[in-house]
């Protein structure tokens, strides 16, 4: 089976960089996804990473280590508007994506 | 526009009583999943169908059906429900490796 985890709770202030952290154990390893999901809504799709290293998507980078079996998610220029819930995700094969219980990022002012 | 579409958006029903949450999907994907969200548990697999009759359990099944008779179709269905299973529900599907797309969501009370 998949178990991830990632920190319960980050803070920052607008215009910082905040680095989401995600490590993992999985009986076979497929990549790491991130997924954004505001208030409860649908989550959305942020980027994945098959293999080591940074994956880098306008302002948001997701990097992974296998050897560690770690990830992180980097979120740069923070706005308001990045305040949301954020889930790393592996994929157990095919069949089934295992998510971590969710890491709520916080931007003030 | 592409989309999963969940319904219905809230339901509050009582103990023991039957009920569907319908799931489709306008993107012609062969994989279909729903999850249930509780506070401090994230998002966890209900059950999975990776094609039309075929479906298989998650990491929660216990008190949920599904059934997948057309491919744009995946519905959830609660035989007799009961207070633990208030939650925020979510259907997704996909084709391949490609990310999931979710639906709206359906927060569902059972009292």
């Known amino acids: 089976g998949q178990s991830l985890e990632q920190p319960s709770e980050v803070t920052a202030v607008e215009g910082a960089i905040v680095q989401i952290n995600c490590t993992y154990q999985t009986s076979g390893f497929y990549g790491l996804s991130w997924y954004q999901q505001h208030d409860g809504g649908a989550p959305t799709f942020l980027s994945y990473?098959?293999?080591?290293g940074l994956e880098e998507t306008g302002r948001f980078s997701s990097f992974l280590s296998r050897s560690d079996s770690y990830g992180y998610l980097l979120l740069q220029e923070l706005q308001m508007k990045d305040s949301a819930s954020y889930f790393c995700a592996a994929p157990g094969g095919y069949s089934t994506l295992t998510f971590g219980k969710g890491t709520m990022l916080l931007v003030s002012p | 526009e592409a989309q999963v579409t969940q319904n219905p958006r809230y339901l509050i029903t009582v103990t023991g009583k039957k009920l569907t949450v319908t799931c489709s999907q306008n993107?012609?994907?062969?994989?279909m999943s729903w999850y249930r969200q509780d506070p401090g548990l994230g998002l966890r697999q209900i059950y999975y169908s990776m094609n039309v009759e075929v479906t298989d359990k998650g990491d929660v099944p216990e008190g949920y059906k599904v059934s997948r008779k057309e491919k744009r179709n995946f519905p959830l269905i609660l035989e007799s429900p009961s207070p633990n299973q208030t939650s925020l529900y979510f259907c997704a599907s996909t084709r391949g490796n490609s990310p999931l797309h979710f639906g709206n969501g359906t927060r569902l009370t059972v009292t």
């Open positions: 993107m012609n994907h062969e994989y």
């Open positions: 990473n098959a293999l080591d």
